[in-house]
């Protein structure tokens, strides 16, 4: 299986900070990272496909990068909606896996 | 857009089978582009994917639980189903309905929609 290692556990930043998170895979997994974010009690929702893509109606304070076995999510400047919960997960192989998530919360 | 939502019994005993439906609106469970998918989390632990099973009824599911899981679909409900034997309280996990969504030209997929999730333990 594909272990997924993402950092830091945990952060706590300010409303208009820069937030980054990455995600490191134990093998190449080529661009097939995807990120998704998760409030309590609430459906967790997909933010980017495939590394760099957006999905349609995700603010565009969002972005993704990488390749291979780093990957990177960053938020430009935090919104107080962005409080929350975000994990990677990688496409490339089955079993499917995820990172163990970053909980972004308010300084 | 498509929602989909969970359902079953939030406590099952140990050695009994896990049971839970997920039902599909605002799409059809027979759409010839989506992967079917459970997704578990237990308790302060990362998230588990249990597996995923197609229109036609072709599943896949995780090794490390295949013995175990039985997937499936009935177009007529619109709703597919998870059965998980034989459960211990390693089981106990808030378990996720969601929709893996494939671009076949490109190879890029992502889980989208996911249910709320709902919580089941394992305990006598």
């Known amino acids: 299986d594909i272990q997924m290692t993402q950092s830091p556990s945990s952060l706590s930043a300010s409303v208009g900070d820069r937030v980054t998170i990455t995600c490191r895979a134990s093998q190449s997994i080529s661009g097939y990272l995807n990120w998704y974010q998760h409030k309590p009690g609430k459906a967790p929702k997909v933010l980017i496909y495939?590394?760099?893509n957006l999905l349609s109606g995700v603010p565009s304070r969002f972005s993704g990068s990488g390749s291979g076995t780093d990957f990177t999510l960053t938020i430009s400047s935090l919104h107080p909606e962005d409080f929350a919960t975000y994990f990677c997960?990688?496409?490339?192989?089955?079993?499917?896996?995820f990172g163990g998530g970053t909980k972004v919360e308010i300084k | 857009q498509v929602q989909l939502q969970e359902s079953g019994p939030g406590l099952v005993k140990p050695s009994e089978t896990l049971s839970l439906t997920c039902t599909v609106s605002g799409g059809s469970v027979s759409s010839g582009t989506s992967y079917w998918t459970w997704i578990r989390q237990p308790p302060g632990k990362g998230l588990e994917w249990i597996g995923y099973?197609?229109?036609?009824?072709?599943?896949n599911y995780n090794p490390s639980l295949k013995s175990r899981i039985t997937m499936s679909v009935d177009t007529s409900k619109n709703q597919f189903s998870l059965k998980l034997s034989s459960v211990t309280p390693a089981d106990t996990a808030v378990y996720y309905c969601?929709?893996?969504?494939?671009?076949?030209?490109?190879?890029?997929?992502?889980?989208?929609?996911w249910g709320q999730g709902t919580l089941v333990t394992v305990s006598s």
């Open positions: 495939s590394a760099s």
């Open positions: 969601t929709r893996d969504v494939r671009l076949h030209s490109s190879g890029d997929s992502w889980f989208d929609p």
């Open positions: 099973i197609y229109s036609s009824g072709r599943t």
């Open positions: 997960q990688q496409a490339y192989s089955n079993p499917l896996t």
